[in-house]
């Protein structure tokens, strides 16, 4: 009598703390250049929200116009979503984390639509401390519009057809410290770990959270000559320190010696974990993330890793002691003025 071998059962697809599996937190196919760093951010996005446990259906996205605004489309793909008009996408994000404040706000911008045609916003967004992730996906080329110099550039930079920039670069991460912004980092679309590590400490960070990274062109602005290639940032790139994070979910464990590392503890109760790399670089300290910065650029390197945090500030919706409950989920009764409430507003501007 013969028997049939059957197949073991396919195991259960893995789920996070939420219960939710990895491919509920994609979103469409990307249409992008093969090899685009963009993706490559995109993928460690999705990790971060999917190992970190947040409800999709809790989180906003929001972009504006170029190569990296596209992205918003290829993860969470069952989350809140707007695309916005070039440059104006930090309005927009204020405006949606006033009307309800229980979101998560993640924000994908381009060097172009952050740094030139939407500067003006973007640095009321700094100062104000909206909470909400900002990314900048800095290629330092306009992609959309066959590859011009973008205002985050670098003296000196040779553009594909043989160009050479002659103007200075606007640097994100010193302007956002400048401004007050709160938690500054800079990574490497190449350097996953690093970045998926940084991600998950900015779920835990209540407050703008700035990304500056560096994602290289593969169509206009990967070749030599390029401070935007993956070459170059290979070759010219500085660790400030190795980074690990344990959430607040999971128990802090101490493996390391007095004075190699630093803990950092977010307002939901995650912990950064900085380990020395032969930098004492303390991120708490403004002065010496300033420096630091100017000192990099001097010397042809860009820092990565987290450059400041001050978990001390406090957020936009704090300091305008907002009421309770959002303000999209309170009644028309509750915020539509009297005729007594506008005599009475009226009378005071007299």
């Known amino acids: 009598m013969s028997t049939t071998m059957q197949p073991p059962p396919a195991a259960a697809p893995k789920t996070n703390r939420l219960g939710y599996t990895v491919h509920e ?37 929001m972009s504006g116009i170029g190569c990296s605004s596209k992205t918003p489309a290829y993860f969470l793909g069952k989350s809140h979503g707007f695309n916005a008009v070039h440059g104006r996408m930090p309005a927009i994000a204020t405006g949606a984390m006033l009307g309800n404040k229980n979101l998560l706000t993640i924000g994908v911008s381009g060097d172009g639509d952050t740094a030139s045609i939407g500067m003006g916003q973007f640095v009321h967004l700094l100062r104000r401390n909206v909470p909400m992730i900002y990314i900048i996906e800095n290629n330092g080329v306009y992609g959309l519009t066959k590859g011009q110099f973008s205002a985050t550039a670098d003296v000196g930079s040779r553009a594909k057809k043989g160009f050479v920039n002659e103007l200075p670069p606007v640097d994100v991460c010193a302007m956002a410290i400048e401004l007050g912004c709160n938690f500054v980092a800079r990574s490497f679309a190449g350097d996953p770990k690093q970045l998926l590590a940084l991600l998950k400490a900015s779920l835990g960070h209540k407050g703008t959270a700035l990304f500056d990274i560096v994602s290289p062109c593969v169509t206009f602005n990967n070749h030599d000559g390029s401070t935007k290639s993956y070459k170059y940032a290979k070759e010219h790139e500085e660790l400030l320190h190795e980074i690990s994070f344990v959430p607040f979910f999971e128990q802090i464990g101490v493996d390391y010696k007095e004075g190699e590392a630093t803990d950092v503890e977010l307002h939901d109760g995650s912990h950064i974990r900085l380990r020395k790399t032969g930098h004492g670089y303390d991120p708490r300290n403004k002065s010496e993330a300033l420096n630091s910065l100017r000192n990099a650029q001097d010397n042809n390197e860009f820092l990565t890793g987290l450059i400041y945090i001050n978990e001390a500030k406090s957020d936009f919706i704090s300091q305008l002691q907002m009421v309770d409950n959002p303000l999209a989920t309170l009644p028309q009764e509750q915020v539509q003025p009297t005729e007594a409430d506008l005599n009475q507003i009226m009378a005071e501007l007299m």
């Open 25 to 61: 937190y994609k979103g469409s196919d990307s249409t992008l250049c093969a090899g685009c760093g963009h993706d490559a951010i995109t993928s460690q996005i999705i990790k971060a929200f999917y190992e970190y446990g947040i409800d999709p259906y809790t989180v906003a996205k």
